[in-house]
């Protein structure tokens, strides 16, 4: 069982940035691919951007790339999403998840995920 802890969502002005953390406890979380969702209230859940275990392949959304950088640190068991030239359609609860199988794209895909952190863009 790997627990997963986000933190440094907040509210930012359009244009701003902020940094996500995901900080998994258990001692094979490093060995784990890792993804980003977000859902914004009243829509489902969709895929944000992905990571492999070594950190050596990446994934994003669309809406993302170019202005989101997953990143991983596997001494300290953390993934982070620096989020860069924030937008309001960027406002939503940010969840990071254990990657298990399947696509990276697809929800189904992991089997943990933390609690969620929220990021309200202000325009």
């Known amino acids: 069982q790997v627990q997963l802890v986000e933190s440094g969502g907040g509210l930012v002005q359009a244009g701003g940035s902020l940094r996500l953390s995901c900080a998994a406890s258990g001692r094979t979380a490093s060995s784990y691919a890792m993804g980003w969702f977000r859902q914004a209230p009243g829509k489902e859940r969709e895929f944000v951007s992905a990571?492999?275990?070594?950190?050596?392949?990446?994934y994003y959304a669309d809406s993302v790339k170019g202005r989101f950088t997953i990143s991983r640190d596997n001494a300290k068991n953390t993934v982070y999403l620096q989020m860069n030239s924030l937008k309001p359609e960027d406002t939503a609860v940010y969840y990071c998840?254990?990657?298990w199988g399947g696509g990276f794209y697809s929800p189904d895909s992991y089997d943990q995920w933390g609690q969620g952190t929220p990021v309200t863009v202000a325009s």
């Open positions: 998840a254990r990657f």
């Open positions: 990571i492999t275990w070594s950190g050596g392949n990446t």
